[in-house]
């Protein structure tokens, strides 16, 4: 089982951008499809991107398409999501996940979790 470890999470001021990495240990990081989650204080888990295994599918949810973009570098085991004109409704704790199968915007489909990184944007 893969071990993810999530950072680049800190405070921004609204308009900003900001790049969080998942690092995964194994040697099998390139078989896995991998997806960005978020969780603000007091709601629900949402689900922000996916990306397949190759880098060549990616899936965002509405609120941040065209600002956010997942990918992700086999040789070094990585994953990115690199997220621009931050806004303050984008403060939540991220976490990336890991699973072998198809990359998905559903958090049932990730059997593997990273700690969470806190991203906060001030306005």
């Known amino acids: 089982q893969v071990q993810l470890v999530v950072s680049g999470g800190k405070l921004v001021q609204a308009g900003g951008s900001l790049r969080l990495s998942c690092a995964a240990s194994?040697?099998?990081?390139?078989?896995?499809?991998m997806g960005w989650f978020r969780q603000a204080p007091g709601k629900a888990s949402e689900s922000v991107a996916s990306?397949?295994?190759?880098?060549?599918?990616?899936d965002y949810v509405d609120s941040v398409k065209g600002r956010f973009t997942c990918s992700r570098d086999n040789a070094k085991n990585t994953v990115y999501l690199q997220m621009n004109t931050l806004k303050p409704e984008d403060t939540a704790v991220y976490y990336c996940a890991a699973t072998y199968g198809s990359a998905s915007l559903s958090r049932n489909s990730y059997p593997c979790w990273g700690q969470g990184t806190q991203v906060t944007v001030s306005s």
């Open positions: 194994g040697r099998t990081f390139s078989s896995y499809s």
């Open positions: 990306i397949s295994w190759s880098g060549g599918y990616t």
